[in-house]
DNA sequence: AACATGGCTGGGAACGTTTCCAAAAAGAGA
DNA sequence: TCTCTTTTTGGAAACGTTCCCAGCCATGTT
């Protein structure tokens, strides 16, 4: 690879006016703009990056720290920062978690990659992490932004959405359509923003007078799997429920799949909902009611403090994004329901 | 940020020596080991990425170009390739295509950005871009690696799946299961490996005495999107089918919740397969019959060949990985199918 | 003609490592 | 005690940039 010496000897100048043709700062003459120029061209100059970043002390790179890259959640949300860091020149450096150790061990180590690489600033992507490991990370000099989950000790830094209105919505959204028997598959009780939309959920439907100590709850692992497995297990229980809520898309895609592989008719006989609307519930059969989270303005303002603090910029950030519901065929009234919850159809 | 220079100043040693004990090649005295050991801890400190780079001309950093991160194909592949080089020490720097230009235009740009930021290699996927692009990048020198798509110019570089088997497999499974009026919803026609799929399915359908011309055959963008418009189309149409055959399980997916919607049921009225067997169709409504493409296979044998050429390693590279089907619900023996393939029912 | 002004230019220093090489210290054998 | 070998140590050089400073030359001013 050439470096700037060999084309400043190309063109036959001194290495500050080299330098300064490549930067483009400081007064270079037409001539000599133009015979280094040259020099460039012939050489196929590409400045070192390495170089840059050992003298400046700036990497230009952001790290993003995402658990694991299944499913549709995290996808746009990489694109987003993907797009957002491009436009700004910078670039993105992703790390997902690895190994052996469990997924907080995992994130620790993840995260120790990024900041040993260099990087200028990073987005964390983690809701396993404890306030202890962010009080470790010594990094943490304003240079961290952490997104869908909040720690207290780093409250400036986070940038997460209503839980807690979203699981309000999910009940409300439920109630207004006549539905009192409702089903729910939570994610898993480790996750602390599972743990607000959920209880959130059941509470609006407590202030509402439904007895929630009797409807059907189970746990699973967000998975589409785990939606599928839950589905099973609620219709094998017989438990009488016109509606099932779950805590993400992923579960409600996988139960849709049960039902609809045990004939039992989505929202005719039972309304499904789901929570995050991810890319997944705009296609599924039936498509998919669901809480919309705000997570492009989450993203998109997580992104906007973190250039702010690592580059000194005044890029706008704002807090509190509109939680909305997106109504789509999977959610029926339930007098609209013709039919019983439980009744099963041969198929 | 403490430098290997504070280590050695508290340490009392010569930077030497403290570079020794930070590399751990080169004999140190134990007393002189622990003192410096000592300094290390107390000042926090961490080699510079940077530094390093510039000495060794080798940044641990591998580029990994895509061209959009939607849908779920790409997903297991970015994780595959991050948990390899993580396991290796490498970083991965993901690049997706951003801007104004077209889809070409993006990926030329990508990779440029990838190829200035110093990256060791490179893992492309992409198949808009032309051999004359390829020539074009004088990075090619071997640090390379494409997936997905076969350039001629760089076939050892080039690692992908049989497009033409995986067609034919498709075409072979619809008529074992005695369909013969079939459906197609193909990819773009820009797209190589589409066309390969797509005609080698046709082929063996011409080849078991299929008049292929009287079918029904579109063109969709291989998004969810697409599928649905064109299941509905074909609808519309009331061109007669008992099968549906997608050119990717995105496309797949749509269709079903397109027939879902307009109450046809899959497998009873139509039967729909999809391509690539990609996570989404593990749990579609009904699961999704797909040709399973050795992706993983592949990635894995990319990254082992970039590896070998960027970092003089043996690791193992094989070519030519089996195509199997995904046998799931959506498909159905047409003696079985109970009902001519346009019947609506309403919903 | 002497002098100030400003545009251009060249090269040294620094960024934080690692890799040498030479020198000092420590053993080992006679 | 002396010499020979081996271990341990310190520091210069290099990697490829950018920044800064000093010097050069052509103009314009007095």
Redesign the interface.
Known sequence: MATIKDVARLAGVGLGTASRVVSGKGSVSPATLARVRAAIEAL?F?P????R??LSGS?Q?IGVYIP?????FY??I??II??EL??AGL??????G??LGGARQQAIEGIA?L????CDGLILMTNVLQEEDIAAL?FQHKRMVVLNHSFDSLAGQCFTVDHMLGGRMAARTLLDHGHREIAVVAGPASLPDNVVRVNAFLDELRANGVDTASLWVTERDFS??G??SAAKELMDSKHPCSALFCANDEMA??A??Y???AGIRVPHELSVIGYDDT??A??????LTTVHMPWREMTQNGINALLNSCYDLQRPVTRGYPVTMTLR?SLASHAEAAKPARRRKPA
């Open positions: 196929d590409r070192s990056h390495a170089a970043t050992l990497s790179m694991v890259l299944s499913g549709t996808t746009p990489l694109q993907d797009n491009r436009a670039h993105m450096v992703v790390a997902f690895a190994g990659f900041i040993e690489r260099g010594r589409p799997a939606g599928w895609v996988g849709l799949s039902f609809q592989e890319p997944s705009e296609f599924s059969a039936p498509r065929a």
